[in-house]
């Protein structure tokens, strides 16, 4: 009998080292070149599809030395546009602009100086707007864009791109514009207003679409671990009317999401978020049907060029994910990688790279130390007893 129990020692301590020592394994998604020292850029669809969970606890991302790297996980925004007309003021080559007791643009020349037609500039006043400016239309043909924000101080040169009268530049705040004519012009502008078109941000997540496949059953088997805020038919028969439903398992009822009448074309369905994995089709037979989650944007901003290769990948357990906030990302100009290559390969977490968090693993270990030294003593009793 106590020979049996002190078997059960060396078993205990057999468990406690695998518990502590034991490793994980690691699927390498993707190998990514950057190109750049930091990068911010649409999360591929293959990280969605090989089940990363929804708070991306299972992503690590680690250099060529395998050290794992900062990053930042975070949802996209619907984005639109709208129009709005802004005043122009043509300023000739002497002249100031400044704002008078009224706060109204007005042109200010030298003292002594004498008034000029010759047209080399045009002030847009863009004062008032709460969302960034995307795109000017019904600009003269310009060589300089610059901005400011009283008039007094102007920016240094801003990046644009022009195609006839329209004027394209990365999503900007000002309260002024300066565009520098490419031909000055003793003529005064026809217009007196330009169109702007603006950014708005629609406060709604944006959904990162995915087709779904049916079984032999008809049913369409979600295997994504992230919520569905959005699902959608393509209908080669719109003369028909049918019904979207979802359900859990086997066990569970189908619930209705959305039911779409004869004539009507195929809409979208919006949820809060639907984390049933089945879905049909009823009374439709040759719909498709394409499922949408939240679209997450990845953020890098600290890469350097030593560390490259680097590697997205998915973790079978532990707690890695994200550890820098959007807010502290947000102002990361958008930089796509140099080269995406897909990776198919499934390896251990190298011995000198702990996980980077192994609560539970070393509660456990402590547990069956616990259990060890508990075992050893009621042994050495009964053998001073006996």
């Given at each position: 009998?106590?020979?049996?129990?002190r078997?059960?020692?060396?078993?205990?301590?057999c468990?406690?080292a695998?518990?502590?020592?034991?490793g994980?394994?690691a699927?390498?998604?993707?190998?990514?070149t950057?190109?750049a020292a930091?990068?911010r850029f649409p999360?591929?669809?293959?990280?969605?599809a090989?089940?990363?969970?929804?708070n991306f606890?299972n992503?690590q991302?680690?250099?060529?030395?395998?050290?794992?790297?900062l990053?930042a996980?975070c949802?996209?925004?619907?984005?639109s546009q709208r129009?709005t007309?802004?005043?122009?003021l043509?300023?000739?080559?002497?002249?100031?602009?400044?704002?008078?007791?009224?706060?109204?643009i007005?042109?200010?020349?030298?003292?002594?100086?004498r008034a000029?037609?010759r047209?080399?500039?045009?002030?847009?006043d863009?004062?008032?707007?709460r969302?960034?400016?995307?795109?000017?239309?019904g600009?003269a043909a310009?060589?300089?864009?610059?901005?400011?924000?009283n008039?007094?101080?102007?920016s240094?040169?801003?990046a644009?791109?022009?195609?006839?009268?329209r004027l394209?530049?990365?999503p900007l705040r000002?309260n002024?514009l300066?565009?520098?004519?490419?031909t000055?012009t003793?003529?005064p502008?026809?217009?007196?207003?330009?169109?702007v078109?603006?950014?708005?941000?629609?406060?709604e997540r944006a959904?990162?679409?995915?087709?779904?496949?049916?079984d032999?059953?008809g049913?369409?088997?979600n295997?994504?671990q992230?919520?569905v805020l959005a699902?959608?038919?393509r209908?080669?028969s719109p003369g028909?009317?049918?019904?979207?439903e979802s359900?859990?398992?086997?066990w569970?009822?189908?619930?209705?999401r959305?039911r779409?009448q004869?004539?009507?074309?195929?809409?979208?369905?919006?949820?809060?978020?639907?984390?049933?994995?089945?879905w049909?089709?009823?009374?439709l037979e040759?719909g498709v049907?394409?499922?949408?989650h939240?679209a997450?944007?990845?953020?890098l901003p600290?890469?350097?060029?030593?560390q490259?290769?680097?590697?997205?990948q998915?973790?079978?357990?532990?707690?890695?994910?994200?550890q820098?906030?959007c807010?502290?990302t947000?102002?990361l100009?958008?930089?796509?990688?140099?080269?995406?290559k897909p990776?198919?390969?499934?390896?251990?977490?190298?011995?000198?790279?702990p996980?980077?968090n192994l609560r539970?693993?070393f509660l456990?270990?402590?547990?069956?130390?616990?259990l060890?030294?508990?075992?050893?003593?009621?042994?050495?009793?009964?053998?001073?007893?006996?």
């Open positions: 009998m106590v020979h049996r129990r078997s059960t020692i060396p078993r205990l301590a468990l406690c695998s518990l502590s020592c034991g994980l394994q699927a390498s998604l993707i190998e990514l950057p190109g930091a990068l999360l591929p669809d293959s990280i969605y090989a089940g990363v969970n929804s606890s992503l991302i680690v250099d060529g030395s395998n050290r794992s790297l990053y996980v949802a996209v925004q619907s984005i129009s007309e802004v005043p122009i043509a300023k000739p080559d002497i002249a100031r602009p400044a704002l008078d007791s009224a706060n109204q007005v042109l200010q020349w030298p003292r002594g100086a000029s037609d047209i080399t500039d045009w002030i847009v863009l004062r008032g707007l969302t960034p400016a995307l795109e000017l239309v600009a310009i060589s300089d864009l610059r901005s400011s924000p008039l007094q101080q102007w240094a040169p801003i644009f791109q022009q195609t006839g009268d394209v530049f990365d000002a002024f300066r565009l520098s004519l490419a000055p003793d003529q502008p026809e217009l007196t207003t330009l169109q078109n603006l950014e708005e941000i629609a406060g959904a990162h679409w995915y087709p779904v496949s049916p032999a059953t049913i369409y088997r295997t994504r992230l919520p699902a959608r038919v209908a080669a028909q009317s049918w019904k979207l359900r859990q398992g086997a569970d009822a189908w619930k209705p959305n779409i004869a004539g009507q074309a195929s809409s979208t369905i919006h949820f809060s978020a639907v984390t049933d994995p089945q049909r089709i009823d009374g040759d049907l394409e499922l949408g939240a997450y944007e990845l953020r600290k890469i350097e060029a030593a490259a290769p680097l590697q997205i998915l973790r079978d357990s532990g707690n890695f994910g994200p820098l906030s807010r502290s947000e102002h100009p958008t930089q796509a990688p140099a080269q995406l990776l198919q390969t499934t390896a251990s977490i190298p011995a000198n790279t996980p980077a539970w693993r456990l270990a402590v547990l069956a130390l616990a060890v030294g508990y075992f050893s003593q009621r042994l050495l009793k009964r053998k001073r007893a006996g």
